[in-house]
């Protein structure tokens, strides 16, 4: 079973992907800098939260379009 985000990690990701589609990618390591660079967090934690989510989310909407394609396909 995966770890359990808090509410804030959830919001603030939703919030960046909306305000900034262009800007997250699939990479982890990118999604880190982008976030340092938009919202000014102390904690280094709460950034990787935020970006692993961020990741996650934009890999989920990848594969869900992906998916979308190929049923289009048949």
Do not use: C, W
């Not at 808090?6 to 800007?23: F, M, S």
């Not at 904690?43 to 289009?72: C, D, F, P, W």
């Amino acid at each position: 079973m995966g770890k359990v985000r808090i509410r804030l990690v959830k919001r603030t990701a939703r919030k960046l992907l909306e305000k900034y589609p262009d800007l997250f990618t699939g990479d982890f390591e990118h999604n880190k800098r982008v976030v340092s660079q938009l919202i000014e967090y102390r904690s280094k934690k709460l950034r990787n939260q935020i970006a692993g989510y961020i990741t996650h989310l934009v890999n989920m909407a990848s594969k869900r379009k992906k998916a979308e394609e190929a049923s289009a396909r048949i």
